[in-house]
């Protein structure tokens, strides 16, 4: 991504960020962190072309995303919500849709071995989808778009609801999958002890942009920010 602005508001006069520049690399697991109201969400959606930038560009491998179908862009770069979506139906119906919807077949013990993956392998899978518990319907969004293996998976606190053991199972096997099927993860988190767990990269966004992008272990030994030093010391509660 190359100098992207985003504004907010109806006069689009209040800048959210800018100069927000970035790449990522296949199989590169990014934490993204940052204090509440940073626009990390934003800068997910626009990622996954569900929100517009107002200036800059967004390319995949050179080309801009203005010249790209947004449907094709969507199934490699797939944005996970904090807030799962269920279709109607059963767990399994949730599962086997998205592959009806995108016409590809649907691999049945890959599901099964992410359930397990996942602490839900005594999970009725015949279960209407509505009545899942959060974390559960977290777990399952996040497994029907695995099993579309994007390029990149956009994760927007998705381990939010769920204890500790369960967010441990789920950080496990998404990187796990990133070094098995070279998928990049650009996670969002207000876990700092999770974004040391699982990535190789840090952006932290703060001051309206980007503020760095440094190697996870360095991030934390020697941010090169009083912000982010700040930040690392009294991370603010997480505003869920
Ligand atoms: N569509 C929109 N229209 C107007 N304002 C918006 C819109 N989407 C987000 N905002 C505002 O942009 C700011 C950033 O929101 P965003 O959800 O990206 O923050 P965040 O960093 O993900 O915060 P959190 O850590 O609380 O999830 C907030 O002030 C929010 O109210
Ligand atoms: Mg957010």
Excluded: C
């Amino acid at each position: 991504m190359n100098k992207l602005v985003k504004r907010l508001g109806l006069t689009e006069q209040r800048i959210l960020f800018e100069q927000v520049n970035a790449a990522v690399d296949q199989a590169e697991r990014i934490a993204i962190l940052g204090a509440s109201g940073q626009g990390k969400s934003t800068l997910l959606r626009i990622l996954a072309l569900l929100d517009v930038p107002d200036e800059g560009d967004l390319m995949w491998k050179g080309i801009s995303y203005r010249d790209s179908d947004p449907r094709i862009w969507r199934m490699r770069m797939t944005y996970v919500a904090q807030q799962a979506v269920m279709l109607s139906g059963s767990v399994e119906d949730n599962l086997k849709m998205v592959h009806l919807l995108h016409r590809q077949p649907y691999d049945q013990d890959l599901a099964q071995r992410l359930l397990a993956g996942m602490g839900l392998e005594n999970l009725d899978i015949q279960k209407r989808a509505s009545d899942l518990s959060g974390g559960e319907k977290q777990r399952i969004a996040l497994i029907r778009s695995m099993m579309l293996r994007p390029e990149v998976l956009l994760l927007d606190e998705v381990t939010a609801s769920l204890d500790r053991t369960n967010a441990r199972l789920v950080e496990e096997q998404l990187t796990r999958w990133s070094q098995q099927e070279g998928t990049s993860l650009v996670w969002v988190t207000h876990d700092q002890e999770q974004a040391q767990s699982f990535s190789t990269t840090t952006w932290f966004m703060g001051n309206q942009t980007l503020l760095e992008r440094q190697p996870t272990a360095h991030f934390f030994d020697n941010p090169a920010t009083d912000l982010a030093r700040q930040f690392i010391m009294h991370p603010a509660p997480a505003a869920e």
